[in-house]
């Protein structure tokens, strides 16, 4: 059976995503043992996980859990998008590319909630063409 399709993951494939530290960080920051920011939040970044709340309701749950003000949100989900989102794959991208029009090409993701706006917003997403899938 010939190969006629090539599907690529988004987070730690096609984007290269570290830790970056930034719940350490923010644990040190709000006074919080050592795991204790994820045991508050498991819920939310669960539910944000399959889709089950909104980005709004997660930054609820933020601000009600956490006790940070706007400001501290903003700076707090900056933090989170930098480290989730990583940086471009730029190598894997690129062939990817490649294998087009030879191949289907498609990206599946199981992106939290808010992630696709931001990964499609990025300059090496482009919008799907129409042998082009996006799976979620």
């Known amino acids: 059976m010939a190969i006629r ?10 984007e290269i995503t570290p830790d970056l530290g ?24 669960a539910g944000g996980s399959i889709g089950t709340i909104t980005e709004d309701d997660v ?3 933020i601000t009600d859990r956490l006790g940070l003000d ?7 989900m900056a933090d989170i998008w930098r480290e989730y989102l990583g940086t471009a794959n730029t190598g894997l991208i690129e062939y990817a590319r490649r294998l087009r029009p030879r191949y289907c090409t498609g990206i599946v993701s199981n992106s939290f909630v808010g992630a696709r706006e931001r990964e499609a917003g990025g300059l090496w997403i482009r919008r799907p063409r129409r042998r ?3 799976f979620t």
């Open 70 to 76: 706007a400001q501290q949100l903003a700076a707090f």
């Open 59 to 61: 930054h609820q749950a």
């Open 22 to 45: 930034v719940t350490e960080l923010w644990e040190t920051r709000l006074g919080l043992r050592a795991g204790e920011l994820n045991q508050r939040m498991h819920d939310a970044w």
């Open 132 to 134: 082009d899938h996006l």
């Open 5 to 14: 399709a090539v599907v690529f993951d988004i987070g730690g494939v096609l």
